[in-house]
């Protein structure tokens, strides 16, 4: 039963306009979210963050929206760069809990073409 | 700055054999983590060590074993290598266990035949 869900395997976005990825999840106890960023042979790198109590949090041209009601969360990237072709993961953990409780998405895949 | 380094990097097993996985983190972190990414998945964790002198089992321990053996080092142990346990394996650390922040190493990739 996957509590997190990335339902894009891939995106592809031309270099300049902005990449929208969408992550989904199911248990209301989650109170915390996160993006993390992988390129191939690397390990994954936080990215971004945001809380429950907030609907939105920037950094950069990185920016993550919250949609409690809706159980949705998203990351706009806007301009797209090609450093941003990577496997992006949507990460969620629950009130009260540690990083022990992350539960991860599967990822998209996004392609910035030139 | 090193952060966390994984050791080795790849390796190819036979079935019934046993390794350890080696991870080290200079940045003082007190909790350390074990995940595991197999192709279409998400990362799962394996175990986890909240603090020096603990560990606990993550969603998928069967078959592993892990030794917090200082602050600094967290090791990833398999007894009887399955073709199952071929996966690329990540060790991460965080300042604590209550931050989602995690910092990664850069995975080993482990195939067992």
């Known amino acids: 039963d996957q509590q997190v869900k990335q339902n894009s395997p891939s995106l592809s976005v031309q270099e300049g306009r902005i990449s929208i990825l969408n992550c989904d999840y199911t248990?209301?106890?989650?109170?915390?979210f996160l993006w993390y960023k992988k390129y191939p042979a690397e390990g994954p790198t936080f990215l971004i963050s945001?809380?429950?109590?907030?609907d939105k949090n920037e950094d950069g041209r990185f920016t993550v929206f919250l949609n409690k009601s809706a159980k949705h969360l998203s990351l706009h990237i806007v301009p797209s760069q090609p450093g941003d072709s990577a496997v992006y993961f949507c990460?969620?953990?629950?009130?009260?809990?540690?990083?022990?409780?992350?539960?991860f998405g599967k990822g998209t895949h996004l392609i910035i073409q030139p | 700055n090193a952060g966390v380094t994984q050791t080795p990097k790849f390796q190819v097993l036979k079935t019934g054999q046993s390794m350890t996985l080696q991870c080290a983190q200079d940045?003082?972190?007190?909790?350390m983590y074990w995940y595991r990414q197999d192709p279409g998945m998400g990362l799962r964790l394996i175990y986890y060590?909240?603090?020096?002198?603990?560990?606990d089992k993550g969603e998928v321990p069967n078959g592993y074993n892990v030794s917090r053996l200082n602050k600094r080092e967290f090791s990833l142990r398999l007894e009887s290598a399955a073709p199952s346990q071929t996966s690329v394996y990540f060790c991460?650390?965080?300042?604590?266990?209550?931050?989602?922040?995690?910092?990664f190493g850069e995975g080993s990739r482990l195939t067992v035949l």
């Open positions: 990460a969620a953990m629950g009130k009260g809990g540690g990083a022990d409780g992350l539960t």
């Open positions: 945001i809380s429950s109590i907030k």
């Open positions: 060590s909240a603090s020096e002198g603990t560990t």
């Open positions: 248990n209301s106890m989650f109170d915390y």
């Open positions: 940045m003082n972190h007190n909790s």
């Open positions: 991460a650390s965080s300042v604590g266990r209550r931050t989602g922040e995690l910092f």
